[in-house]
């Protein structure tokens, strides 16, 4: 059973920094982040290629935010530093098979449950 599962979330202020983490219980082609604020459409953010190590980046967290990925671990980790309120959301992990076009919530195979991640002073 494909299991995703995020951490990492939290309150932090603004300028600070967060790492969340996805554990995926196999391996997938693509692994990334979403986010969703309230009442907007979910977003991608990041995605990175297990298996080459290419990233992508959503223009809005370029220069901000760098993914990772521990192959031993099936992890993926998202850096996210010098953070903006409007970065407040909830992250979703997804997965995605090699013949993806773009980093849409469309395109996903599997997603994780979720993790808030709030900044405000």
């Known amino acids: 059973q494909v299991q995703l599962v995020e951490s990492g979330g939290g309150l932090v202020q603004p300028g600070g920094s967060l790492r969340l983490s996805c554990a995926a219980s196999?391996?997938?082609?693509?692994i990334g982040w979403f986010r969703q604020a309230p009442g907007k459409e979910r977003e991608g953010v990041s995605s990175i290629n297990m298996r080459a190590g290419s990233t992508w980046y959503a223009e809005s967290v370029k220069g901000r935010f760098t993914i990772s990925r521990d192959n031993a671990k099936n992890t993926v980790y998202l850096q996210m530093n010098s953070l903006k309120p409007e970065d407040t959301a909830v992250y979703y992990c997804a997965t995605a098979g090699a013949g993806i076009v773009a980093w849409e919530p469309d395109g996903m195979d599997y997603w994780g449950k979720g993790t808030l991640v709030t900044v405000s002073s």
């Open positions: 196999g391996y997938y082609y693509y």
